[in-house]
């Protein structure tokens, strides 16, 4: 038996119509909202990822900057002791200078106690003859020290002879003198005057000057090229 197909008529068609319409509309609702949600994941996913570096970043920078200030807070310290330490070495620079230049004035003042005087060259002539350790010694004074430079050679020849247990001969420079206005001491001399000791009271106060000095003068100055010898 045959089966006679009606044909749609135009309420129905539009109907189906609306029915395919709708349904399109709504897959295109879901797929676009699947759309955006994969969206918002991928931008939230970008987005703590921008936000970690671009922390990182500013840590780093926050670090750096850090190390940086302590670095040159370092150097600002540093700075203020060396700019301190100089000023307090200028300051006893100076202090120890007028200390030696008073000292300096009062020198002509040490020869006139005949009795202290008179030690004090046999001190000089003794010590002289130790770094000599020679056998045949000239000493060269003042003319107004010859009387008492002669006393104290013989006790300083005493005095070397008894604790080295050897001969010495020791006498004046007959030729040669301090100058007059020299505050006073010795030069000894040995082989023909080409070995001298200068224990002149000028020199003494020079190599205690240098003594103290030393680290002074080398740190304000650096190292002096004319520094003095005693031979």
Request: hydrophobic residues 35%; proline residues 2%; contains cysteine.
């Amino acid at each position: 038996m045959a089966h006679n197909t009606r044909a749609l008529n135009d309420d129905e068609v539009l109907n189906e119509m609306k029915k395919m319409v709708a349904f399109i509309n709504q897959e295109a609702i879901e797929k676009a909202r699947e759309i955006k949600v994969k969206a918002d994941e991928e931008f939230n996913i970008e987005k703590a990822k921008l936000v970690r570096q671009e922390s990182n970043n500013i840590e780093a920078t926050f670090q750096r900057k850090i190390k940086q200030a302590e670095i040159q807070k370092k150097i600002t310290q540093s700075n203020m002791i060396n700019k301190t330490r100089l000023k307090v070495l200028q300051v006893r620079q100076q202090m120890l200078e007028e200390v030696f230049n008073e000292t300096v004035s009062q020198l002509n003042k040490v020869s006139q106690d005949e009795v202290k005087y008179r030690d004090l060259l046999k001190n000089l002539i003794l010590q002289g003859l130790y770094q000599l350790m020679d056998d045949q010694v000239k000493a060269i004074v003042r003319k107004c020290d010859k009387e008492l430079a002669n006393n104290a050679i013989q006790a300083a020849a005493k005095i070397y002879k008894e604790s080295t247990k050897r001969n010495i001969n020791v006498e004046l420079d007959k030729e040669n003198n301090l100058p007059d206005d020299c505050a006073g001491g010795v030069i000894l001399t040995s082989h023909f005057g080409r070995i001298r000791i200068n224990n002149t009271l000028e020199e003494r106060l020079t190599l205690a000057q240098e003594e103290l000095l030393p680290e002074i003068r080398v740190l304000l100055f650096g190292p002096s090229p004319n520094k003095k010898h005693n031979h």
